[in-house]
């Protein structure tokens, strides 16, 4: 958060993408201080944000054991990111005919799906 804050896209994404790897090798959810920190420091856009919202979203599908009780220590909007994002999980499984995981593993997704682009880091570069 730091990095973004100081404006340090090389940083930020450097930061992303040993997250994404940390997520594949850990395979738990992130804690609600951390939930309520990020949500806390970052802008909606953030692809922080995103991630952690991806990776509660798949690790709720990959194990139904899982529950999401309402906690007041976590922000309503990281509640309501998740709900709609699996919703639309939700809507483009319809199309889908095998079965599986409906939310995409994040280390399985391009590696410019979470990372921030300028001029100095086009998306282009990171492919």
Not at 27 to 38: A, G, M, N, T
């Amino acid at each position: 958060m730091i990095a973004d804050k100081l404006g340090d896209l090389r940083t930020a994404n450097m930061a992303i993408d040993r997250l994404i790897s940390l997520s594949d090798e850990i395979q738990r959810l992130p804690c609600k201080h951390d939930v309520k920190r990020i949500y806390e420091e970052t802008p909606a856009s953030s692809p922080l944000r995103r991630l952690l919202v991806d990776h509660h979203i798949h690790e709720l599908q990959a194990n139904s054991e899982i529950m999401m009780a309402a906690d007041p220590e976590v922000p309503k909007e990281f509640y309501v990111d998740v709900m709609r994002g699996s919703r639309q999980s939700m809507m483009g499984a319809k199309n889908m005919r095998r079965l599986g995981l409906l939310c995409v593993q994040a280390s399985k997704r391009p590696k410019c799906y979470y990372h921030q682009h300028d001029e100095e880091h086009p998306q282009a570069r990171c492919e």
